[in-house]
């Protein structure tokens, strides 16, 4: 069973940047893809960024060039950065992990909460 923790969420100016970070309790490299997803309120959860364990990445088109997910030092960590943060960026921030053995297994962690607001 794997578990994801998130962190590094909270309040940021428009125009500003935030990292957020998850911690799994495996190696990242034996997870086949790690994402981020995001639920703004009264929306839809969507993918925000994705990075598989070869190190291909993918960015809904709404972050591409401003959002960089990335592997931390530690194999078990991902994070995602964020620049030029803008108000319908607000969102809670989800950490996903997909592993395929035979079939395909997900998991998700608890979320954090990024607001972007003056």
């Known amino acids: 069973q794997v578990q994801l923790v998130e962190a590094g969420g909270g309040l940021v100016q428009p125009g500003g940047s935030l990292r957020v970070s998850c911690a799994a309790s495996e190696s990242i490299f034996s997870i086949n893809v790690m994402g981020w997803y995001r639920q703004p309120p009264g929306k839809q959860r969507e993918l925000v960024a994705s990075?598989?364990?070869?190190?291909?990445?993918n960015y809904a088109d709404s972050t591409k060039g401003r959002f960089t997910i990335s592997r931390g030092t530690a194999e078990n960590t991902v994070y995602l950065q964020m620049n030029s943060l803008k108000p319908e960026d607000t969102a809670v921030y989800y950490c996903?992990?997909?592993?395929?053995?035979?079939?395909?297994?997900?998991?998700w962690g608890q979320g954090t909460q990024v607001t972007v607001s003056s």
């Open positions: 990075i598989t364990n070869g190190g291909v990445t």
């Open positions: 996903n992990g997909r592993i395929f053995s035979r079939i395909w297994y997900e998991y």
